[in-house]
């Protein structure tokens, strides 16, 4: 599986099921626009109150390991990137 280092903005956010993901713009996440954001995979332990602003949504800087989705693999689910997930070492709170 290859693997990459980056630093991507967008807007990340919680849904209802648990599942965290970056979404392009608050717009995109508002519309539950899963596959051109990318799932993200926390690495880190979070604090309360950062726990609450993935609730209610942030933009942020996501620093972390990208990993694409392959073609020839099944994901469980509906609601995934198409793309790939970041494997989130540290999330930042930024401006949007």
Partial sequence: MEA??????GY?????????????G????????HE????VVLKV???QDEEADLT???CALVEGTFVARKPDRIYVGNFFSKT??????AVHHTSC
């Fill in 4 to 9: 990459n280092e980056v630093l991507v903005r």
């Fill in 12 to 24: 990340i956010l919680r849904d209802l099921f648990g599942a965290t993901y970056l979404y392009v």
């Fill in 26 to 33: 608050q717009e995109q996440a508002e519309a539950y626009d």
């Fill in 36 to 39: 051109r954001g990318l799932d």
């Fill in 45 to 47: 332990k979070l604090s």
């Fill in 56 to 58: 209610e949504g942030f």
């Fill in 84 to 89: 790939g997930a970041i494997h989130a070492k």
